[in-house]
């Protein structure tokens, strides 16, 4: 990220939150007397997942902030609501995905938080910006959760298949037995691989399980077993 892309006026900082069951409490103490958007009337939170959004609209409700959730499924009519509301000053804080903020038209916006690590640095720059184009100081906080972290690191692996796995299907797939039984006979270059690839299934039989593993890549583990 390079440091032109972000403009001189926005305070940017970090908050790591140990606990993470005390995340949503976390970014509702941003708001109080003494937190870092007390004196910001115009605040965008940025979750990386619709139930977040909704969860923490209605926690900031709760305690006299005024807030609505804002995501894909919302109907365009909502969404549309809501963004008047917030343009107009009438709302404070916008609780959204990323379907909010593009084609944005306001320069007021003073506050932005992101409720967990923007899934790239792209992504956090284009979102952080939207604060401060009135050339005013704009605060951008970014709440730094360990579970958060994983579990988005996790879906970014979520359509791939670990590599033992792969092994285990192109055994099945080159198995020279089945050739052989159904009369066709393997060719040694298939009946070499095989045999490698066999050793190594059975030298990994009790694999380590890797961080992640889709549901593509189970379904191949079992149909291989």
């Known amino acids: 990220v390079r440091a032109s892309s972000l403009r001189a006026t926005l305070r940017l900082s970090g908050q790591p939150v140990e606990n993470p069951g005390k995340a949503q409490y976390a970014a509702l103490k941003l708001f109080s007397a003494s937190g870092l958007l007390a004196r910001c009337k115009s605040v965008i939170v940025y979750c990386n997942f619709k139930s977040e959004t909704e969860q923490i609209a209605s926690l900031l409700m709760s305690n006299h902030v005024t807030a609505k959730a804002y995501h894909s499924e919302k ?31 306001m320069q007021d916006i003073d506050g932005i938080v992101h409720y967990g690590m923007p899934r790239s640095p792209e992504e956090y720059v ?34 791939g298949v670990d590599e033992y796995n792969v092994q285990k299907l192109l055994a099945k797939l080159f198995d ?50």
């Open 176 to 225: 020279a037995k089945h050739h052989t039984s159904q009369g066709e006979g393997a060719p040694p270059e298939v009946v070499g691989r095989y045999l490698k690839l066999k050793r190594h299934a059975a030298a990994h039989a009790t694999p380590t399980p890797s961080l992640v593993l889709s549901a593509h890549s189970m379904s191949v583990a079992g149909g291989a077993s």
């Open 75 to 105: 109907h365009k009519d909502e969404k549309e609501h809501i963004y008047r509301l917030f343009k107009r000053g009438k709302l404070r804080v916008v609780v959204a995905t990323v379907a909010f903020g593009m084609g944005i038209d």
């Open 126 to 159: 284009q979102e952080a910006g939207r604060a401060g184009r009135d050339g005013r100081q704009a605060v951008c906080v970014t709440l730094l959760m360990e579970d958060a972290f994983l579990r988005l690191k996790s879906l970014s692996f979520s359509d």
